[in-house]
């Protein structure tokens, strides 16, 4: 099990820029592959950005490819998301979360610990 601690957030007028830290700890982090998921009022969950374990290979979804870049450090135990050109849909609470595994996924349910989440407000 891994336990996440998401930082970062906070409130950025549109095109802004943020970047989301999640901390770590567990001594399985370099094994977990890493993803991003945000949440709006009253929508459902939805996937953001994901890396392997190595960070050899990502993914994004459609609505922020060109603008989001998730990275992270095995060493000091932390994964990255870098938001620039920031919209007001962007509005939500942002997780991340880890699952056990080499392959990356975009189903929340395929991850088995997440964080508490941190809120960005893009305002317009």
């Known amino acids: 099990q891994v336990h996440l601690v998401e930082s970062g957030g906070g409130l950025v007028q549109a095109g802004g820029s943020l970047r989301l830290s999640c901390a770590a700890s567990g001594r399985t982090f370099s094994s977990v592959a890493m993803g991003w998921f945000r949440q709006a009022p009253g929508k459902e969950r939805e996937f953001v950005a994901a890396?392997?374990?190595?960070?050899?290979?990502?993914e994004y979804a459609d609505s922020v490819k060109g603008r989001f870049s998730i990275s992270r450090d095995n060493i000091k135990m932390t994964v990255y998301l870098q938001m620039n050109s920031l919209k007001p849909e962007g509005t939500a609470v942002y997780y991340c979360?880890?699952?056990?595994?080499?392959?990356?996924?975009?189903?929340?349910?395929?991850?088995?610990?997440w964080g508490q989440g941190t809120q960005v407000t893009v305002s317009s």
């Open positions: 979360a880890a699952r056990t595994g080499r392959l990356i996924k975009r189903d929340p349910a395929d991850f088995g610990s």
């Open positions: 890396i392997t374990w190595s960070g050899g290979s990502t």
